[in-house]
């Protein structure tokens, strides 16, 4: 079964803090994407990356920043938490051979005061 | 822009009644369309996919969607649904020239009563 962790289901952190959130895949997965889930908005991807140290801005990346230094890993950077960036973080990754399937973690839930 | 949309943000069923959650997008070009479902405290899990072929599309649990070119839409259908499948159900699509890009719907939140 392919695996998805995030480090953290619950995280408190206060306004302009730095915050890491972190992601590890075991199945040696190509694609690793960050996306926000907030009520009534469904689903926003924040950025994604196609292989190590490579990145791409999804529809919603400003706030944000990644890092992907190793294929298996890839962290999500809030520079500076505002209160709006509160809201469940959700990893996903997927490999071209899979076609366009995604395997999502169980989601940080990031409250920031 | 390219964009996908979900009606019906609370449907409230009994159970044994028939379910029909709409789900239409914004895109002339070829599409792959995605139905997840996230059942309470857990992690968001495939239902179903189309890619190419038959419209109508079955997947686990019984349910089943059906891709109607002309309408841009791609509605997920059950028969009869049961208590357990209270949860929330996102429709997502990849539109050509995406790369692996979903775009999610803004979900539709399912609660089935007994």
């Known amino acids: 079964d392919v695996k998805v962790t995030q480090s953290s289901r619950y995280l408190v952190k206060r306004t302009g803090e730095k915050v890491f959130l972190e992601c590890v895949q075991d199945m040696d997965h190509e694609n690793m994407f960050w996306y926000r889930q907030d009520p009534g908005l469904g689903l926003r991807l924040i950025y994604f990356s196609y292989d190590v140290k490579m990145k791409e801005k999804g529809d919603i990346p400003e706030g944000y920043s990644v890092s992907r230094e190793k294929k298996e890993r890839f962290s999500l950077i809030l520079e500076s938490a505002s209160t709006n960036q509160t809201s469940m973080y959700l990893c996903?990754?997927?490999?071209?051979?899979?076609?366009?399937?995604?395997?999502f973690g169980s989601g940080t839930q990031l409250s920031v005061l | 822009a390219q964009s996908v949309s979900q009606h019906n943000h609370h449907v409230i069923l009994s159970e044994a009644a028939s379910l029909e959650l709409g789900c239409n997008y914004s895109?002339?070009?070829?599409?792959?369309l995605f139905w997840y479902v996230q059942y309470p405290g857990q992690h968001l899990q495939l239902l179903l996919k189309y890619f190419s072929g038959d419209p109508l599309v079955k997947g686990i649990k019984g349910f089943e969607a059906e891709f109607i070119k002309s309408k841009f839409s791609f509605n997920l259908r059950k028969p009869s649904v049961q208590w357990s499948d209270t949860a929330e159900y996102f429709c997502a699509v990849i539109f050509t020239g995406g790369g692996n890009k979903l775009t999610f719907g803004t979900g539709t939140q399912l609660k089935v009563e007994l």
């Open positions: 895109y002339g070009g070829t599409v792959n």
């Open positions: 996903a990754s997927s490999f071209p051979g899979s076609g366009p399937l995604l395997f």
